[in-house]
Every structure is written in structure tokens, then in C-alpha cells.
């Protein structure tokens, strides 16, 4: 498992999210919106794993790498993630629906590239990695969340470096799986 496209991968998908954390942070306990993240971290973890597991048995690696071309699309897609409206009684609801909603289009495009022909010992290695991320993105956030500066920052310079991110993700798969030393053995 290449722990630095994780760590590359999850910071492009929860650029975007930082601010709506900060958010959530000033209403909820930190505990609270930690687990209800986690949790849906995991839940879209876990669909990109066996979406890119079930794939990888049909088909070859090398043309799988074609799902690169996700993030690199996601990173040129207009349009902003906007979080569904959520009313709901429980903190930890509301953080992981508000994931869901926020997310789920870019976590399951980039990561079933990143995932597809991963056993499930890395499945689960890579789990615990964005595990410690999630808490470590969650407290960086509650120390940032009365800095003006920071959120303004992210506010004028935060979709950039997500789409930086996602170009570069999508440009490792396509080395990774073989695609492009495949269609140069073609030429």
C-alpha cells in the first residue's frame, strides 16, 4: 500500500470538507463529529473496496488504470459539492450524512482506482491509516477554527489544491496499473 497516494488521496477529497468540519465543530462536540467522520470515511472505504475488488477479478489491471481518468475529471468537473440540508437529532448523524452528501462522488471515483487489485490486509492497513487521519484532520481542524486566516486560505485557495491533488492522483494510476506502459508497447 502506497501510503503517500493515501495520504495525497485523502487530502484532496477532505480539502473541500475542512471548511464544513469547522462548521460542524462549532456545533458539536469534537468526539462527536470525529466518529460520525470516521464512520463515514469507512462506510465509502469500504464500497470503493469492493466495487474495486469486484472489478479487478473481471478485468485486467492495466485496463482498469483507465479509472484514472476519474479524479483527473473530477479535478476539471464544475460545480460545487454542496451538503444536504440535514435536521436530525444525533451529532454523529448529521457528521456522516453530511459526508455522504458532501463526498461520496469523489471518494468513490478516487478511491476504487487507488484501491482495485488491493488484498484485504491492505484494505484493512489502509483503513487504520485514514483512521488516524480522519482524527488528526478533525483536531487540525478544531485548532483552526477560530483562525481567520486559515479559513480564509482554504476559502480562496482550497479548490485549487484539491484539483492539483486530484490530477496527480489520477496520473499515478494511470502509471501504477500499467495502462500507459501498455498503450506504449502499443505504438
Known amino acids: 500500500m502506497n501510503f503517500s497516494v493515501l495520504t495525497l488521496t485523502f487530502i484532496a477529497i477532505n480539502i473541500d470538507f475542512f471548511i464544513m468540519l469547522i462548521f460542524l465543530l462549532q456545533q458539536f462536540s469534537t468526539i462527536k463529529v470525529m466518529i460520525g467522520y470516521a464512520l463515514a470515511v469507512f462506510a465509502l472505504l469500504l464500497v470503493g473496496f469492493v466495487v474495486g475488488d469486484v472489478l479487478g477479478k473481471f478485468l485486467p489491471e492495466?485496463?482498469?488504470?483507465?479509472?484514472?481518468?476519474?479524479?483527473?475529471?473530477?479535478?476539471?468537473?464544475?460545480?460545487?459539492?454542496?451538503?444536504?440540508?440535514?435536521?436530525?437529532?444525533?451529532?454523529?448523524?448529521?457528521?456522516?450524512?453530511?459526508?455522504?452528501?458532501?463526498?461520496?462522488?469523489?471518494?468513490?471515483?478516487?478511491?476504487?482506482?487507488?484501491?482495485?487489485?488491493?488484498?484485504?490486509?491492505?484494505?484493512g492497513e489502509a483503513s487504520l491509516y485514514l483512521l488516524c487521519l480522519t482524527v488528526l484532520i478533525v483536531l487540525l481542524a478544531k485548532a483552526v477554527e477560530s483562525s481567520h486566516w486559515v479559513q480564509s486560505l482554504i476559502e480562496k485557495h482550497g479548490e485549487i489544491l484539491m484539483k492539483i491533488c486530484y490530477v496527480l492522483i489520477g496520473i499515478y494510476v494511470l502509471f501504477d496499473s500499467g495502462l500507459i506502459a501498455h498503450l506504449i508497447k502499443l505504438l
Open 62 to 123: 492495466w485496463i482498469l488504470g483507465i479509472l484514472g481518468l476519474l479524479p483527473i475529471y473530477m479535478a476539471f468537473k464544475d460545480g460545487d459539492d454542496e451538503a444536504a440540508s440535514t435536521v436530525s437529532k444525533s451529532a454523529i448523524y448529521t457528521v456522516f450524512v453530511t459526508y455522504l452528501s458532501v463526498c461520496t462522488g469523489c471518494v468513490l471515483s478516487i478511491f476504487v482506482p487507488v484501491l482495485i487489485g488491493k488484498s484485504w490486509l491492505e484494505f
